[in-house]
């Protein structure tokens, strides 16, 4: 697992106690006869693996069968490749298969030159709002709507802004840009729900905010990540326009 930092920052910050909002579930280690550990996974709202060595994902999906209930699967591809096809004979089919999601990285000596954005971290008083555009965002990328457990979905929100996990870019009560912080190890702060909102994409908003949003995240963390789905050719070129650099791949399984 310390060999990919960048792929499974979230196992790393979830095993340094980072958890946030997240309740940590479990974690299973599988290990050698030596000792020496040989796969990582986290059983909570999903499943995230971390593993390599066959041994260590059969051990890993006899586990799994403990937790029929897992909304998805996420981890690197090969590992989360590897579960799903250990768990398919029995496991309920997904629902959306992201089969190819790119890892990027971005230095602070890759970061472009850009005018500033005025973004800044989100206030308590702005939940309602990013809540609200956080579940669009959800329901058009994984088509299903979080607002379905409002309660549950805004205090999720809310307690991620307390923790000043989440950034946006709000100009006269109107949000332009949002994004937060989904994990944060010692190599680097995970970004994840890059939101520009439909109606203001194409004028530059999105690009302006997230090289601010570095700019601002890159003096406290060596670096910052996110990962995209393959498809998705508007936001790689974002990223590959502000200065992030590809390292490898995730996959995503999700269950109804």
């Not at 999906?61 to 398919?88: C, H, M, Q």
């Not at 949003?213 to 406290?220: D, G, N």
Request: proline share 7%; hydrophobic share 45%.
């Amino acid at each position: 697992m310390a060999a990919r930092p960048f792929e499974n920052a979230f196992l790393h910050w979830v095993l340094d106690g980072g958890h946030g909002p997240y309740a940590p579930d479990e974690l299973v280690l599988d290990r050698k006869r030596d000792g020496s550990v040989r796969g990582v996974i986290y059983y909570g709202a999903q499943l995230v693996v971390a593993a390599d060595d066959p041994a260590a994902l059969d051990a890993f999906a006899i586990e799994t069968r403990k937790y029929p209930a897992l909304r998805s699967f996420v981890g690197p591809k090969r590992a989360v490749d590897g579960i799903w096809n250990r768990v398919k004979s029995w496991h309920r089919p997904p629902l959306l298969v992201r089969e190819r999601q790119p890892l990027y990285a971005l230095w602070p000596q890759g970061l472009g030159t850009f005018d500033d954005a005025g973004v800044r971290l989100a206030r308590s008083d702005e939940t309602e709002l990013v809540a609200e555009h956080s579940a669009r965002m959800i329901l058009g990328e994984l088509g299903y709507d979080p607002r379905a457990a409002r309660s549950t979905f805004v205090a999720g929100v809310r307690r991620a802004i307390e923790l000043g996990s989440w950034w946006v870019w709000i100009v006269e009560g109107e949000l332009r840009f949002q994004c937060n912080i989904g994990a944060r190890t010692p190599v680097t702060a995970q970004i994840q729900g890059v939101w520009t909102p439909p109606a203001l994409r194409g004028r530059g908003y999105a690009t302006l905010a997230l090289a601010a949003t570095a700019r601002r995240l890159l003096p406290s963390n060596p670096t910052v990540s996110l990962y995209v789905n393959d498809f998705n050719t508007e936001a790689i070129a974002l990223y590959d326009r502000i200065g992030f650099t590809r390292l490898g791949e995730l996959a995503t399984y999700l269950f109804p």
